[in-house]
């Protein structure tokens, strides 16, 4: 679960979840030059999976709305 006391170890273990995934998910969210591959679509929304099921539900409606997991990282989630 997302816990703002500690951002960089949650910040790396979803890297490493992401990774797990696979590397188009993982891409998904770190490549925004990714948007225009066709795996996009499953891996971003594989992403998002990942993310809201991490999420707490004061922090998940924050993105809830993002229809991309690279908008979600323009919320200040501290």
Request: glycine share 4%; no cysteine; proline share 0%.
């Given at each position: 679960m997302f816990d703002v006391s500690n951002v960089d170890i949650?910040?790396?273990r979803m890297s490493a979840?992401?990774?797990t995934?696979?590397?188009?998910?993982?891409l998904a969210?770190?490549?925004k030059t990714y948007l225009g591959?066709?795996?996009y679509?499953?891996?971003?929304a594989q992403a998002l999976d990942a993310l809201k099921h991490t999420l707490s539900k004061e922090y998940l409606c924050m993105i809830s709305h993002c229809d991309s997991v690279c908008s979600v990282?323009?919320?200040?989630?501290?």
């Open positions: 949650w910040k790396f979840y992401l990774k995934l696979g590397l188009h998910v993982y969210t770190t490549k591959n066709d795996k679509i499953e891996a971003n990282e323009y919320f200040d989630l501290s």
